[in-house]
């Protein structure tokens, strides 16, 4: 399988991102599965975010761990055929968490919602929490972050009380 050039398309599970070396990471996913494809150089656009919907094209390799990778060799190479669109959720707040003094971890709320629950991560001050049992409403990008999906929120305007009904 080493050296076999392809071409797939799918979701990113999270944010590309850059690595040492000028490199860019991306985490491809389809209903078979996740690929991790590297791109040597960075693309001169800013890079996607999770939920967009990709196609990469590449060699395909297989690691020492025995897991197949891409490297893309150019920024033509992966192209964002969709943007995300944001996702608005409803739920019941079930938990809150904030994270430590002078950490740089985000905050967190627990949202019971129609399939299970979902995790939603902010940046913002303790006024802008909400309590346990409140309904709210979010708007976010929907991603996932050590193999767990959650919701980024990016202004606080975009947690709301919702009322039930």
Not at 124 to 147: L, N, T
């Amino acid at each position: 399988m080493n050296f076999s050039k392809v071409c797939v398309q799918g979701v990113l599970k999270s944010d590309a991102r850059s690595l040492s070396g000028g490199t860019v990471f991306y985490m491809i996913a389809d209903e078979t599965g996740s690929l991790p494809v590297f791109l040597n150089c960075a693309p001169a656009e800013t890079l996607p975010k999770a939920g967009c919907r990709v196609a990469a094209t590449g060699h395909l390799s297989m690691g020492a761990d025995n897991q197949v990778r891409m490297r893309a060799d150019g920024s033509g190479q992966i192209v964002v055929l969709e943007n995300a669109p944001p996702s608005i959720i409803r739920g019941q707040v079930s938990e809150v968490w904030a994270p430590p003094p002078d950490s740089k971890a985000p905050y967190k709320i627990v949202l019971v919602v129609p399939d299970g629950s979902l995790e939603v991560v902010h940046w913002f001050p303790p006024e802008h929490q909400v309590a346990v049992g409140d309904r709210v409403e979010v708007k976010g990008m929907i991603g996932f972050y050590k193999g767990r999906k959650q919701l980024k929120v990016r202004k606080p305007e975009d947690i709301r009380l919702h009322p039930e009904g």
